[in-house]
């Protein structure tokens, strides 16, 4: 059986990437390579169950929605991740990645979109980058970085540049839930000039930090 483990499957609106505020269906599959500091979703780190590719791929086609996330933990830790993301853009969906950045990712499908999460000093798992994803990074593929501090937005604009096509590309800058102050990276945003967009986690907005499954 072509099986992934699965934490959750859920209909919610997309809080993050260039696609945040449009209706989206979720798969979060289980484990997680990182630790890092600020991780909002640790329950996926073990809790999980082994479900059918195929079933999978039917329980994401019930939602009325064309825009699928696959998200983590991380989810190109298993293997039978592909066969779910080819399923999913053979039915016609728009497929989003979601992952660390410490993976390889030569072998996803090029049809999807990767939301490319580079780590910074403060996550304690900057040394985990893999940095020679950024070569094949494709046109359509977004690049995150997590900021916490002025370190590490200092460090993230210095690092923007190695990204190949930096000023075509969207690049997001999003500030730790509850630690570093949206309208301070704003402002530092600003005083650079910086060609990013500061993204705000929507679903938190709406439901608050704690909710699950939204």
Same mark, same amino acid.
């Given at each position: 059986?072509?099986?992934l483990?699965?934490?959750?499957?859920?209909?919610?609106i997309?809080?993050e990437s260039?696609?945040?505020?449009?209706?989206?269906?979720?798969v979060?599959?289980?484990?997680c390579?990182?630790?890092c500091?600020w991780?909002?979703?640790?329950?996926?780190f073990y809790?999980g169950?082994?479900?059918?590719?195929?079933t999978?791929?039917?329980?994401?086609?019930?939602?009325? /929605?064309?825009l699928?996330?696959?998200?983590?933990?991380?989810? *190109?830790?298993?293997?039978?991740v592909?066969? !779910?993301?080819?399923? =999913?853009l053979?039915?016609?969906k728009?497929?989003?990645?979601?992952?660390g950045?410490?993976?390889?990712?030569s072998?996803v499908?090029s049809?999807?979109?990767l939301?490319?999460?580079?780590?910074?000093?403060d996550s304690g798992m900057?040394?985990?980058?893999?940095w020679?994803?950024?070569?094949?990074?494709r046109p359509?593929?977004?690049v995150?970085f997590?900021?916490?501090?002025?370190r590490?937005y200092e460090?993230?604009?210095d690092?923007? /540049?190695?990204i190949?096509?930096?000023?075509?590309?969207v690049? *997001?800058l999003?500030?730790v839930?509850?630690? !570093?102050?949206?309208r =301070?990276l704003a402002d530092?945003?600003?005083?650079?000039?910086?060609?990013v967009?500061?993204q705000l986690?929507?679903?938190?907005i709406?439901?608050?930090?704690?909710?699950?499954?939204?």
């Amino acid at each position: 059986m072509n099986s992934l483990t699965v934490n959750e499957i859920f209909f919610s609106i997309q809080g993050e990437s260039s696609y945040a505020g449009l209706p989206c269906v979720f798969v979060r599959l289980t484990y997680c390579n990182l630790r890092c500091s600020w991780c909002d979703t640790e329950y996926a780190f073990y809790e999980g169950e082994k479900q059918d590719v195929e079933t999978i791929i039917e329980k994401v086609c019930a939602y009325p /929605c064309d825009l699928v996330e696959v998200t983590g933990g991380e989810p *190109l830790l298993q293997k039978n991740v592909h066969l !779910l993301i080819k399923g =999913l853009l053979d039915r016609g969906k728009k497929v989003l990645i979601e992952t660390g950045g410490q993976v390889d990712i030569s072998t996803v499908d090029s049809r999807a979109t990767l939301i490319y999460d580079i780590k910074c000093p403060d996550s304690g798992m900057s040394d985990r980058n893999r940095w020679e994803n950024l070569e094949i990074l494709r046109p359509q593929d977004e690049v995150k970085f997590v900021i916490a501090s002025r370190r590490d937005y200092e460090w993230a604009r210095d690092q923007i /540049c190695r990204i190949p096509s930096w000023k075509e590309r969207v690049i *997001l800058l999003s500030p730790v839930w509850g630690g !570093l102050e949206p309208r =301070l990276l704003a402002d530092w945003v600003l005083e650079d000039s910086l060609p990013v967009r500061i993204q705000l986690q929507v679903h938190k907005i709406l439901w608050g930090p704690e909710a699950r499954g939204v």
